[in-house]
Protein backbone atom coordinates (compact mmCIF):
# COMPACT_ATOMS: atom_id res chain seq x y z
CA UNK A 1 0.00 0.00 0.00
CA UNK A 2 1.55 3.71 -0.73
CA UNK A 3 -0.07 5.97 0.82
CA UNK A 4 0.54 9.96 -0.66
CA UNK A 5 0.42 12.59 1.71
CA UNK A 6 -0.58 16.42 0.09
CA UNK A 7 0.72 19.82 1.42
CA UNK A 8 1.45 23.23 0.28
CA UNK A 9 -2.28 24.85 -0.59
CA UNK A 10 -4.00 27.64 0.74
CA UNK A 11 -5.00 30.97 0.13
CA UNK A 12 -3.48 33.85 -2.02
CA UNK A 13 -4.33 36.57 -4.62
CA UNK A 14 -4.98 36.37 -8.01
CA UNK A 15 -1.66 36.80 -9.81
CA UNK A 16 0.49 34.76 -7.07
CA UNK A 17 2.28 31.45 -6.77
CA UNK A 18 1.96 28.12 -4.85
CA UNK A 19 3.99 24.98 -4.73
CA UNK A 20 2.18 22.08 -3.95
CA UNK A 21 4.03 18.75 -2.59
CA UNK A 22 3.10 15.34 -3.22
CA UNK A 23 5.05 12.76 -0.63
CA UNK A 24 4.39 8.99 -1.37
CA UNK A 25 5.83 6.09 1.52
CA UNK A 26 4.49 3.08 2.22
CA UNK A 27 5.55 0.17 -0.17
CA UNK A 28 7.91 0.08 -3.06
CA UNK A 29 6.52 1.18 -6.61
CA UNK A 30 6.93 1.48 -9.94
CA UNK A 31 5.37 5.29 -11.08
CA UNK A 32 3.45 4.08 -14.42
CA UNK A 33 1.70 7.18 -14.27
CA UNK A 34 1.73 10.99 -11.06
CA UNK A 35 0.56 13.76 -10.80
CA UNK A 36 -1.86 16.18 -10.20
CA UNK A 37 -6.29 16.57 -10.33
CA UNK A 38 -8.58 19.25 -9.19
CA UNK A 39 -11.95 19.39 -8.30
CA UNK A 40 -13.61 22.61 -7.74
CA UNK A 41 -16.91 22.91 -6.02
CA UNK A 42 -19.88 21.85 -7.92
CA UNK A 43 -18.00 20.68 -11.01
CA UNK A 44 -15.96 17.15 -11.90
CA UNK A 45 -12.37 16.37 -11.05
CA UNK A 46 -10.40 17.35 -13.49
CA UNK A 47 -6.69 16.57 -14.77
CA UNK A 48 -3.81 19.11 -14.00
CA UNK A 49 -0.59 17.71 -14.88
CA UNK A 50 1.40 14.42 -14.95
CA UNK A 51 4.41 12.58 -15.31
CA UNK A 52 4.32 9.49 -17.18
CA UNK A 53 6.24 6.73 -17.98
CA UNK A 54 7.86 6.76 -19.81
CA UNK A 55 5.97 9.41 -22.46
CA UNK A 56 6.14 13.54 -21.99
CA UNK A 57 5.03 15.56 -19.16
CA UNK A 58 1.43 16.03 -20.09
CA UNK A 59 -0.61 19.56 -18.74
CA UNK A 60 -4.54 20.35 -19.14
CA UNK A 61 -4.44 23.30 -22.00
CA UNK A 62 -5.68 26.03 -19.44
CA UNK A 63 -2.29 25.16 -16.95
CA UNK A 64 0.22 25.27 -19.58
CA UNK A 65 2.81 28.15 -18.94
CA UNK A 66 1.10 28.72 -15.48
CA UNK A 67 2.23 24.86 -13.68
CA UNK A 68 4.97 23.49 -14.07
CA UNK A 69 5.21 19.87 -12.67
CA UNK A 70 8.95 18.43 -11.25
CA UNK A 71 9.96 15.77 -8.65
CA UNK A 72 12.56 14.36 -6.43
CA UNK A 73 13.10 10.65 -6.96
CA UNK A 74 15.12 10.48 -3.63
CA UNK A 75 12.77 12.09 -1.30
CA UNK A 76 9.76 9.94 -3.09
CA UNK A 77 7.66 13.08 -4.03
CA UNK A 78 6.30 15.61 -6.81
CA UNK A 79 5.78 18.70 -6.82
CA UNK A 80 3.65 21.15 -8.64
CA UNK A 81 4.55 24.97 -8.77
CA UNK A 82 1.75 26.98 -9.63
CA UNK A 83 2.72 30.74 -11.17
CA UNK A 84 0.22 33.17 -11.72
CA UNK A 85 -2.67 31.61 -10.49
CA UNK A 86 -6.69 32.97 -10.85
CA UNK A 87 -9.54 32.79 -9.33
CA UNK A 88 -11.14 29.86 -11.23
CA UNK A 89 -8.11 27.99 -9.79
CA UNK A 90 -9.61 27.48 -6.44
CA UNK A 91 -10.23 23.62 -6.10
CA UNK A 92 -9.42 21.01 -3.78
CA UNK A 93 -5.94 19.13 -5.62
CA UNK A 94 -5.35 15.59 -5.71
CA UNK A 95 -2.53 13.52 -6.00
CA UNK A 96 -2.66 10.48 -8.12
CA UNK A 97 -0.16 8.00 -8.29
CA UNK A 98 -0.46 4.42 -11.09
CA UNK A 99 2.04 2.07 -9.77
CA UNK A 100 2.95 0.05 -12.64
CA UNK A 101 4.43 -2.91 -9.55
CA UNK A 102 0.78 -3.49 -8.59
CA UNK A 103 -1.17 -2.29 -10.86
CA UNK A 104 -3.07 -0.43 -8.10
CA UNK A 105 -4.28 3.73 -8.45
CA UNK A 106 -3.65 5.82 -5.25
CA UNK A 107 -5.44 9.18 -4.08
CA UNK A 108 -3.99 11.49 -1.85
CA UNK A 109 -6.46 13.45 0.41
CA UNK A 110 -6.71 16.44 -1.76
CA UNK A 111 -5.25 19.87 -0.05
CA UNK A 112 -7.29 23.16 -0.79
CA UNK A 113 -6.02 26.27 -3.30
CA UNK A 114 -8.32 28.69 -2.77
CA UNK A 115 -7.50 31.64 -5.22
CA UNK A 116 -8.88 35.52 -3.90
CA UNK A 117 -9.65 38.24 -6.73
Known amino acids: QVQLVESGGGLVQAGGSLRLSCAASGSAFIMNAWGWYRQAPGKQREFVALFTRPGPTMYADSMKGRFTLSRDNAKNTVYLQMNSLKPEDTAVYYC???????????WGQGTQVTVSS
Open 96 to 106: NLDDQLTGRNY
